[in-house]
Nanobody, 125 residues
Framework: QVQLVESGGGLVQAGGSLRLSCAAS????????MGWFRQAPGKEREFVAA????????DYADSVKGRFTVSRDNAKNTLYLQMNSLKPEDTAVYYC??????????????????WGQGTQVTVSS
């Protein structure tokens, strides 16, 4: 299994931006579809964005379309989530995940095999 470590979270005012990173161990990062999920207090974990192995296919939750951008650098074994125009409702712990499912990236957490420990994002109004 790949080991994942998120970074880049923090406190930001509404309308601001953050970029999350997810560093993966090992040489097989390019073999994984990757996803970002988030979980707010008292709520279930929800899908945010996903990207295919080669980076050519992406998917986003409706709530973040046009504001968030997922990308990856397979040479650096790193996944990114650029978050712009942040809103208080974006406040959550953000997790990156790696999946070996066939086909393109999934919006379902069950399709992912490895998870990071999470990074807190707090957006103040």
């Amino acid at each position: 299994q790949v080991q994942l470590v998120e970074s880049g979270g923090g406190l930001v005012q509404a309308g601001g931006s953050l970029r999350l990173s997810c560093a993966a161990s090992g040489r097989t990062f390019r073999m994984y579809n990757m996803g970002w999920f988030r979980q707010a207090p008292g709520k279930e974990r929800e899908f945010v964005a996903a990207i295919s192995r080669g980076g050519g296919s992406t998917d986003y939750a409706d709530s973040v379309k046009g504001r968030f951008t997922v990308s990856r650098d397979n040479a650096k074994n790193t996944l990114y989530l650029q978050m712009n125009s942040l809103k208080p409702e974006d406040t959550a712990v953000y997790y990156c995940a790696a999946g070996t499912n066939l086909g393109g990236p999934s919006t379902y957490p069950e399709a992912y095999n490895s998870w990071g420990q999470g990074t807190q994002v707090t957006v103040s109004s």
